[in-house]
């Protein structure tokens, strides 16, 4: 089967099992609203035309709620999103018109030719089933926003319900923003030219930019529960280190393939059992001190997700780098090191506190935050059963945070463990497809993919891994699942990364 | 070289994949995990933060109740003051926070403390050295000096004060889905004992529906709220403790959810705009014992007043049929309101179900008390009403502190005293002839410390918050432990006879008192649910369950009940006696201006309690109507102006529910358990 049919196949199931899980969590939504009415009505046998006749009351909360349900417009979003991937899956598989050759072979083309001559051609490694999965990610997440919204609205005081009237829209906007800066940075990067400069990058360039970025947001960002990591821009407040995660990830790509090339030139492996300490001191200690120095101020922020996050890619990537274990291991070490010498310092708080809350999630401890967080998501979780309660039927929302970190609380509870493995083996999949796609390019392509592999995967296991208590609770986002513009953004991005890595056409 | 890395990178993808599998066993685990959901969460942080205002004095015990020092909490936690101020105001909400009978050491931020030998202070403490007397802090067997002097100075420096007490299960945050509720939708309807309608579910149109209250804040206290304008999802009372029977059919309800299961009938009535839900069950109906009439004449007649409990019971039965605790809440309030009174809590105590949760001084309304523990415990020989005590106008128990004062020298008899409600008498009865600890090891053994719950077995249960537990009576330094030793001295024991400064009741502890007086002795327990009708899927009532009192308490001998019941029935009185001259004298009862030219007959007892805020709260403790009792009830309005007495405020309002009930009682027999049919009430749908 030709990978463009799969790719249709795969999109035509992902909007059938989307379209239904909306239409009952409207069902839903719909019939715990108007269910007290229908007490009545049931009780005589009647049918009730349910929501199509009553007029708007704006006093009622009920009713605040209903208006939202019937204008979040499920359908009409779910067409939106569907185009949006299908448009991006078009641009990566459409061949180059004539018009494109054309212009690189006529000696002066005209604009049309000049823009055209922009497009891409067609990536033949590229795993046909990425895509798809991403959407199927992607609406799931919308899905679970649809049912949460309204429940967290008539939860929450009216006065600060404002926000979750329209995440539900917002996230969909923020897909669709996230799929056109793919398609850009897709673009973008198939141009030989634009790979090349980002493969000749100096990899303190990405470095310095992350640690401008992060001291800016210190200096000038916006506070939220204590933290300062947003910068606002317009309306919306960026989380910066999402951006700042990409410069990361160029950095230590940039630097081990540099590294790795040139110890390979010169022939380290020959003697590298004499002299590895020795090595490592050379080659890597200024990329660690950089490395290091650029962690300080996200420490600074008290933002642990990203910091261990960045960890695991440095061990990961220096082991991708050596194909040994001894450099890992010994970095291993280092960072458990550096990680239990904070504990015991006691500094940063937050870092004491989520250790002593991933050792009894039951009580709170001393800190700033009294948070009964995880052990709600533990309930929401412990809630879910073989098939869940029921879309719509359960209380995800009591969880603090569910639309962002702990969205796959509200998944687990309602769908039961059938949901929550499905979302698991998705996000498999996409890493599968990364992989896949990163296997079959070329070989400073196929480090970058490694690492965008690397950092989605190991993003997705740090906050699932928190979430169900597994390790400790760290803030960060779930890539393509949880609420929030930077992060849908940024991955989309190293998604677009990952579409635009080939293998380099020869001759 | 390639080869290398790809070697490492299906290796790297492995690992990911390794963490995934781990994560999805994890959420196996934790989804068939039977024990999560019982699991309870503590919140340790809140509960240190109250331990930490109490340790530097934020929280202090003055004049028998807890206060609390809101300015002082910005000064000492300037950045986390709101966190503060949260969580001390809702443990003081919760109930949580009471005054001990133990000193204890505080630091204060504006009192230097460096010179003071704070280890060895409470080292002291713990050894019992430093002791609480009369609210005051006195010392003993204290042997250096210099430590002596520092006590002394601890005090007057407010660093030794009494302590407050703080039960740290407030801060326990359990699975909301074990209270979860659907909403009104499988709210049964709650019914009066007649059958008028306490609580239902209606409404008309689209989303206007709403539980209504038809008695609003005069059920309030007895049936809750199920949500409210700022919190859909919160609910109290009986409301919160019936949710789990009212979702005890709602599976059927729930599975409708479920994506398996009517999906087509689902996506059909989807695309026609239309819901149809399957045939569903009635849901059960509560019958209470309450009676609507009565409560809205009692609380017609509190309406002058602002602050007070009622309670009513039936005696043979144990029903309660009438409660007003005031202030009260409008369930259906608009939203204004509820912010209002939410925010108000603390202040307003709206929430207060006083009838059983708020303990006041019973003043004078104890000496039946006192009395029945002299007649009972043999104290007082043979039951004698004219057992009588030579008085000199004035008793001084104690070198300290006023003297307890009677109406006027000379002998007096044991009924009269009650009748007119005499201090010295009462005083001299608990110091002179009962020692100290009979009163409260008889008090003990009559169950006076026991709480208990207004609700049938069944049901109690379901009440984890206790809403419907009557929180136990309180001596503030239990008689037993601390009497013979500890400075429980005789101004103490006086004081307690006549139900002043250390002794805190309940109102419906005292009306079951009077009910088990009227009774012979014993009576059955108050409860509040009269009874339980089942429906199945054709709306027919399936299954009826009555909730009943089968076992008395005996609080005495019938002999002393029936002492008990001639001296209370003096008090509504006024009546000539002889002395043994042969003069002639009166005796007004204090209630008898009260009870002028009533046709029947009721017994009862004033009281007036001081509260030490210049102000009193009056009681009336009463049955009828003689001569087989039927009603027992307690009255206590609070915060009146100092002149103010039980026999003229909370008698009349005792007097104007007698009325009622004397000519409207002939309707329903007293008690016929067995000839009394299910009485389905009618118009219930």
């Known amino acids: 089967m030709p990978d463009f049919h799969r790719e249709f196949l795969a999109y035509l199931l992902a909007t059938l099992l989307l379209a239904l899980l909306f239409a009952s969590t409207q069902w839903a939504l719909l019939v715990s609203i108007e269910r007290g009415d229908l007490q009545s009505a049931a009780s005589y046998g009647v049918k009730v035309k349910s929501f199509t006749g009553a007029k708007p009351e704006l006093k009622s909360m009920d009713i605040q709620v209903k208006d939202l349900i019937l204008q979040a417009r499920w359908g009409t979003n779910l067409l939106l999103l569907l185009l949006g991937f299908i448009l991006l899956s078009g641009i990566v598989r459409t061949p180059e018109p004539a018009l494109v050759t054309r212009a690189k072979v006529s000696p002066s083309p005209g604009l049309v030719e000049r823009v055209l001559s922009w497009w891409p051609e067609p990536n033949p490694s590229l795993s046909p089933i990425l895509l798809p999965v991403l959407y199927l990610l992607t609406g799931l997440s919308l899905v679970t926003l649809f049912r949460l919204c309204p429940a967290l609205v008539a939860t929450k005081p009216i006065s600060q319900n404002a926000v979750y009237l329209t995440m539900f829209q917002r996230q969909v906007y923020f897909v669709l923003a996230g799929i056109a800066a793919a398609a850009l940075v897709y673009i973008i990067l198939s141009q030989p030219r634009w790979l090349l400069r980002l493969k000749t990058l100096n990899w303190w360039i990405p470095a310095l930019l992350n640690v401008i970025l992060i001291v800016i947001t210190i200096k000038f960002g916006v506070t939220i529960n204590y933290r300062r990591l947003w910068i606002r821009v317009g309306s919306m407040n960026v989380q910066t280190i999402e951006l700042g995660k990409i410069f990361m990830l160029i950095f230590l790509v940039n630097y081990f393939y540099r590294v790795r090339l040139f110890g390979w030139i010169i022939g380290w492996a020959r003697d590298k059992h004499r002299r590895r300490l020795y090595w490592w001191l050379k080659h890597q200690s200024l990329a660690f001190v950089f490395y290091a120095v650029g962690l300080f101020p996200i420490v600074y922020q008290r933002d642990f997700g990203p910091i261990l996050l960045f960890a695991f890619l440095y061990i990961a990537l220096s082991y991708a780098w050596s194909c040994e274990f001894w450099t890992p291991l010994f970095l291993i070490v280092v960072f458990l090191i550096i990680g239990v010498g904070f504990y015991h310092v006691g500094w940063p708080s937050i870092l004491v506190t989520r250790v002593e809350l991933l050792k009894d999630p039951w009580s709170s401890v001393v800190g700033r935050v009294d948070s009964s967080q995880l052990a709600n998501a533990l309930w929401a979780f412990g809630a879910s059963g073989f098939d869940g309660v029921g879309l719509g039927v359960g209380l995800p929302h009591r969880v603090q945070g569910v639309y962002a970190e702990f969205i796959l609380a509200a998944i687990a509870e309602e769908t039961g463990i059938i949901g929550a493995l499905l979302v698991i083996g998705l996000y498999g999949w996409m890493l599968y497809g990364i992989y896949t796609t990163a296997r079959n390019a070329g070989s400073y392509e196929s480090f970058l993919g490694i690492g965008i592999m690397l950092m989605l995967g190991f993003q997705t296991l740090i906050i699932f891994g928190g979430i169900t208590g597994t390790i400790f609770l760290t803030g960060i986002t779930i890539p393509f699942l949880s609420y929030g513009g930077s992060s849908v953004v940024s991955s989309f991005v190293l998604i677009g990364m990952v579409l635009a890595l080939r293998q380099r056409r020869r001759g | ?685």
């Open chain 2, 1 to 685: 070289m390639r080869t290398q890395f790809q070697t490492s990178s299906l290796r790297l993808f492995l690992i990911l994949c390794g963490g995934l599998v781990i994560i999805a066993g994890r959420l196996v685990m934790l989804a068939f995990d039977a024990k999560l959901e019982t699991k309870t969460f503590e919140q340790t942080n809140r509960v240190m933060r109250v331990k930490e205002a109490i340790a530097k004095g934020v929280i202090v015990c003055k004049r028998n109740e807890v206060a609390i020092n809101w300015s002082l909490i910005e000064q000492l936690f300037p950045e986390e003051a709101s966190a503060y101020r949260k969580d001390i105001e809702a443990a003081s909400q919760a109930g949580a926070l009471s005054c001990s009978a133990k000193p204890m050491v505080i630091v204060p931020p504006d009192v230097d403390v460096t010179e003071l030998p704070l280890p060895s202070l409470k080292q002291e403490l713990k050894k019992g050295n430093i002791y609480l007397e009369r609210e005051a802090i006195k010392q003993k067997e204290i042997s250096d000096p210099a430590l002596r002097n520092a006590v002394a100075k601890a005090v007057t420096a407010g660093v030794l004060v009494r302590g407050v007490e703080f039960e740290e299960s407030t801060f326990t945050e359990s699975n909301p889905r074990l209270r979860q509720d659907r909403g009104l939708l499988y709210r049964g309807n709650i019914f009066d004992r007649n059958g008028k309608l306490l609580a239902e579910t209606s409404g008309e149109g689209a989303s206007r529906v709403r539980r209504r209250y038809p008695l609003s804040e005069k059920t309030f206290h007895i049936l809750g709220y199920v949500g409210h304008p700022a919190d859909p999802s919160a609910s109290e009372g009986l409301e919160a403790v019936l949710a789990p029977i009212f979702r005890q059919d709602d599976t059927r309800y729930e599975a409708l959810f479920k994506l398996d299961k009517g999906l087509f009938t689902r996506l059909l009535s989807l695309f026609k705009g239309e819901i149809v839900i399957p045939d569903l069950k009635k849901p059960p109906n509560f019958t209470l014992t309450i009676d609507q009439d009565l409560t809205e004449l009692a609380w017609k007649l509190f309406e002058p007043y602002n602050h007070g409990a009622l309670v009513c019971l039936e005696i043979p039965t144990g029903e309660v049929l009438a409660v007003v605790s005031k202030p009260s809440m409008n369930p259906e309030s608009d939203m204004a309101t509820w912010r209002k009174a939410l925010d108000d809590r603390a202040r307003e105590q709206r929430f207060l179900r006083r009838v059983w949760k708020q303990r006041y001084f019973p003043g004078s309304s104890f000496k039946i008390i006192t009395s029945m523990i002299a007649l009972d415990e043999q104290v007082i020989p043979n039951q004698a009403l004219d057992f009588s005590i030579n008085l000199t106008g004035e008793f001084r128990p104690c070198d300290y502190g006023k003297a307890i004062k009677g109406r006027k020298p000379g002998k007096l008899r044991l009924d009269e005293a009650l009748a007119i409600s005499d201090n010295e008498f009462f005083a001299r009865l608990a110091v002179e002839h009962l020692a100290c600890p009979r009163l409260f090891t008889a008090l003990g053994s009559r169950g006076f410390y026991e709480g208990f719950s207004l609700l049938p077995e069944e049901l109690r249960q379901l009440d984890s918050k206790g809403y419907f537990t009557v929180v136990p009576n309180q001596l503030t330094s239990k008689g037993e432990q601390i009497c013979p030793a500890k400075g429980f001295d005789d101004c103490m024991l006086a004081r307690s006879g006549i139900g002043q400064q250390d002794v805190q009741v309940t109102p419906l502890w005292m009306a079951f008192v009077v009910s088990a007086i009227a009774n012979g002795g014993s009576a059955p327990l108050p409860y509040l649910v009269k009874r339980a009708v089942e429906y199945d899927e054709a709306a027919q009532p399936t299954n009826m369950k009555e909730y009943r009192r089968t076992e008395n308490r005996t609080l005495m001998a019938p002999q002393t009940a029936a002492a008990l019941r001639d001296m209370m029935s003096l008090v509504t009185k006024s009546f000539t006696r002889r002395t043994a001259n042969n003069q002639t004298y009166s005796v007004y009862g204090t209630a008898s201006r009260a009870f002028n030219g009533v046709t029947y007959q009721v017994a009862g007892k004033t009281g007036t309690a001081e509260t030490g805020h210049k102000t009193n709260h009056t009681w009336f403790v009463c049955f009828g109507p003689l001569p087989q009792p039927r009603y027992a009830m307690a009255i206590v309005v609070e915060n009146l102006p100092e002149n103010s007495a039980g026999g003229r405020i909370s008698a009349p309002i005792a007097r104007g529910l007698f009325d009622y009930l004397v000519t409207n009682s002939t309707t329903e027999p007293a008690i016929d358990f067995q000839t009394q049919g299910p009485d389905l009430p009618t118009g219930a749908d």
